[in-house]
């Protein structure tokens, strides 16, 4: 008596010379060739990759250092952290706002009579 798994196997057609099947084997293996460029297309397409995603705000910025400093218990540990966060989030600041400001012509000139202005006046 043979067994079940036996009479399967035995019924199954021989792919191998199905000219369909030799189709689908080469487009399975030329896929997983192309899979790390389709991801790649794809991150760029939906704005996920670092030139086309927004920038996090400044609370966000603020947020992850003081999630990051709560991650330590002991406080030699944690002050370091914040003090970090302190010092880094107006840097972050001001490059937005100078990012801001350089984005268009009019939008600098009128920053830059401004502050001439001011300067000129106190």
Wanted: positive net charge; glycine residues 4%.
């Amino acid at each position: 008596m043979t067994s079940p798994a036996a009479q399967v196997t035995d019924h199954l057609p021989d792919l191998k010379n199905e000219p369909e099947a030799q189709a689908r084997t080469r487009t399975r293996e030329a896929g997983s060739r192309f899979t790390w460029m389709q991801r790649a297309a794809s991150r760029v397409a939906d704005g996920s990759d670092l030139l086309t995603r927004q920038p996090p705000s400044i609370a966000a910025v603020w947020a992850r250092h003081i999630a990051s400093g709560r991650h330590y218990n002991a406080g030699l540990l944690r002050a370091p952290r914040y003090l970090w966060g302190m010092i880094h989030t107006p840097l972050v600041a001001a490059v937005y706002l100078l990012s801001w400001v350089a984005s268009s012509l009019p939008l600098l000139l009128f920053t830059a009579i401004s502050l001439f202005l001011i300067h000129l006046f106190l």
